[in-house]
């Protein structure tokens, strides 16, 4: 399993870096975890192309993490001319969602005649684990009011297991979803002081005996978070970066 960093930033694009995507790449296919608003800009700064994509799973439901699915669906109708099957996971509400967010952004977009199928599914979280693409993937519910479930992921292809906290404050639900991962991926909003529905550092480093990943990677950093990296790389943590690629 191959894990690229398309957007490991936050909502505001703080120190020029995307909102949140994840690409997670096996034998079976490419799987995306979240498709923020500027993913797309980043993904084609990256090289890479919409074609690959199988499926997309989103963690909740802020812009910065799904507000980037009107413009993939029309450049994959208009640009990349996609022909197979995109399936669209998230949790409950999401299908409203996307098509409120698609005529917003685009008038009249939700009544196109679409050249590729395209599926929403909608995860339970803490249900059985679903095939996305020909991925495993299960969702845990966290902490983050976004008018829908907000959920953490985990993504195994078999053989690895790729976990991501979404945005989330500290919950007895980030050990489960990082429970045996190959690599987990945690927010850290901010360091200099705690902020509503979001993890800080000092809070993640009080509980990080909790964790038991093989390797945890901090992601959606704001100002202070960018600021304590040398410190959260003293504590052996990886940082994420946009471009970043983790074999696994
Ligand atoms: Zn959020």
């Known amino acids: 399993m191959k894990v690229t960093v398309v957007g490991s930033g936050d909502a505001f694009g703080t120190g020029g870096r995307s909102n949140t995507c994840f690409r997670v790449d096996s034998d079976g296919g490419t799987l ?10 980043s993904w084609n700064r990256l090289g890479m192309s919409t074609l ?5 799973v989103i963690s909740h439901l802020h812009g910065d993490h799904f507000a980037g699915l009107p413009f993939l669906l029309l450049e994959s109708q208009f640009v990349s001319e ?9 949790p409950p509400g999401l299908h409203t969602r996307l098509e409120m967010a698609c005529e917003v952004l685009f008038p009249g977009m939700t009544g196109n005649r679409w050249a590729f199928p395209w599926s929403v599914v909608e995860i339970d979280p803490g249900g059985k684990d679903r095939d996305i693409a020909g991925f495993s993937v299960r969702t845990i519910e966290v902490r983050h009011p976004s008018g829908a479930p907000a959920t953490g992921i985990r993504v195994s ?16 639900s980030l050990p489960a979803i990082a429970q045996d991962a190959d690599l987990f991926m945690c927010e850290c909003y901010g360091a200099a002081h705690p902020i509503p529905n ?12 909790s964790l038991k990943a093989k390797r945890i990677c901090v992601t ?10 040398p410190e959260i ?3 052996g943590l990886m940082v994420a970066e946009d471009g970043k690629v983790f074999d696994l």
């Not at 690959?52 to 997309?56: A, P, R, S, V, Y």
């Not at 053989?159 to 404050?169: E, N, P, R, V």
């Open 82 to 90: 996609r022909r197979k099957p995109l399936v669209i996971a998230g």
């Open 52 to 56: 690959d994509i199988g499926g997309i």
């Open 157 to 172: 292809d078999g053989k690895k297991l790729f976990a991501y906290s979404g945005d989330t404050s500290w919950t007895a």
């Open 198 to 209: 979001h993890i800080d550092w000092p809070n993640l480093r009080a509980n990080l005996s």
């Open 233 to 235: 790389k003293a504590a």
């Open 220 to 229: 959606h950093m704001g100002r202070s978070a960018l600021d304590a990296i």
């Open 32 to 41: 995306l975890v979240d498709f923020g608003a500027s993913a797309l800009v």
